[in-house]
């Protein structure tokens, strides 16, 4: 663990061949540059949630374990699924060929391939609001002969075509001869996501899933930025935002100085990498961040565990043992097979308490818990944490990344978060 000041961040030395962000004489690129997420007014979060995000993770680790063996020489690179659901909360825009066509994107952090819908399709699949992909109107693109790709979904569906090489522009930087995956076939729940024209994968360690194998973009992309890392401050229903090759001080919580560089554990396949972390659920009296030194000792339930933290999934979804012990504190909750763990909305649930090895204590607050009205159950809430005992590491998604600001360091394997204000 690197437990840093903001002060001594921008004054390390280099490591692994690249300073981290703000030191003097970057190798590679020098290009930085925010991308706004505006919150997607016509979300409709998804009570059917914790079974797409299990289906998901189970599709692609499926994948992966069969791939893994085959990539002990392949670098940065991604194999994936996005979270199925109903709608995104989430969109950011990125132009793609040349001229920019500007598609609202998923930016996700456990996909490695960009793949967007495309003219490509069939009329029927292209009506209503949707925005798509015309490689026919942009001067750079070149289609990749004998190129294909392939992505299967945790609920049956898949989506499928071609590749081309053309220019992505992302926030005004311009990533040349990027591997864009058109979609000529996209079925399930996806194509009902009509506000989203694809994924945007910035996952560190994966193959995309093109055959043969082409470089993903966000390894593209790291080779511009003045650090080849991005920062994720996502917002409880307001407006978000990525940054690319810095940190941006100014969202940091002005009480709190420090900064936790905590580095990615071992692979879960040879040549497999995710953004993961070990944490541990820490009693529900731990207050804030700080330190945990007096804290009691950690029982069973709250046990260190591996955990992917994955920008693409809306839930957070831990093992049943650790779900029955944080639903023990809340009055009249009741448990469905389909929708998981519920509760009265009027309560006043309990924040969440979280360690990732570290000395310091992550809170998600309880009004973000509250995680959607359960439609057929009027004043029930569906809870932001759900169990899952079909996987052997915990999901972290957007319920916990609303309340922390977090950076994701390539460079050094890494994965960092801060405190930051709350809306």
């Keep these: 663990m690197k437990l840093l000041t903001w002060a001594a961040l921008f004054l390390l030395p280099l490591a692994h061949g690249k300073p981290v962000s703000g030191a003097a004489g970057s190798v590679g690129g020098n290009q930085k540059l925010r991308i706004q997420a505006p919150y997607n007014t016509k979300f409709k979060p998804d009570p059917y949630a914790r079974h797409k995000i299990t289906q998901k993770w189970q599709s692609r680790m499926a994948h992966h374990k069969g791939l893994g063996n085959q990539l002990d020489n392949i670098g940065v690179g991604n194999v994936t699924a996005r979270s199925e659901k109903k709608d995104l909360e989430y969109l950011a825009t990125v132009g793609f060929g040349t001229p920019p066509q500007w598609l609202p994107v998923d930016l996700d952090t456990g996909s490695a391939d960009v793949w967007i819908y495309s003219d490509r399709m069939s009329s029927f699949d292209l009506v209503g609001d949707r925005k798509w992909y015309r490689p026919s109107d942009s001067s750079t693109a070149v289609m990749v002969p004998n190129s294909t790709w392939k992505i299967t979904y945790g609920d049956g569906g898949q989506a499928s075509g071609v590749v081309f090489d053309d220019v992505i522009n992302i926030g005004g930087i311009e990533i040349q001869h990027a591997t864009v995956e058109a979609a000529e076939t996209v079925t399930g729940n996806f194509e009902k996501d009509i506000a989203n024209s694809g994924v945007f994968g910035l996952a560190i360690g994966i193959p995309a899933q093109t055959k043969p194998l082409k470089p993903t973009v966000w390894s593209q992309m790291a080779d511009t930025l003045q650090n080849g890392l991005f920062t994720v401050d996502l917002k409880w229903r307001a407006d978000s935002e990525f940054w690319f090759g810095e940190i941006d001080n100014s969202k940091i919580h002005n009480n709190y100085g420090t900064f936790n560089l905590l580095p990615i ?47 693409g999934s809306t839930l957070i979804m831990v093992p049943t043992k650790q779900a029955d012990a944080y639903y023990a504190q809340i009055q009249d909750v009741m448990f469905d097979e389909m929708y998981g763990y519920m509760f009265p909305c009027n309560q006043n649930i309990p924040d969440l308490h979280l360690s990732f090895g570290d000395d310091h204590i992550y809170a998600v607050p309880g009004k973000y818990i509250a995680y959607i009205e359960v439609p057929e159950l009027p004043g029930m809430c569906l809870g932001g944490i759900q169990p899952d005992d079909s996987m052997d590491f915990s999901i972290m998604g957007d319920v916990f990344l609303k309340s922390v600001y977090a950076v994701f360091d390539a460079d050094y394997s890494s994965i960092g978060f801060a405190s930051k204000p709350l809306n």
């Design 265 to 311: 554990p071992d692979p879960y396949f040879p040549g497999i990498q995710f953004w993961s972390l070990n944490y541990t659920i820490l009693p529900t009296n731990s207050t804030g961040f700080g330190s945990r030194e007096n804290f009691a000792s950690i029982d069973e339930p709250t046990a260190p565990r591996s955990c992917i933290i994955d920008t």
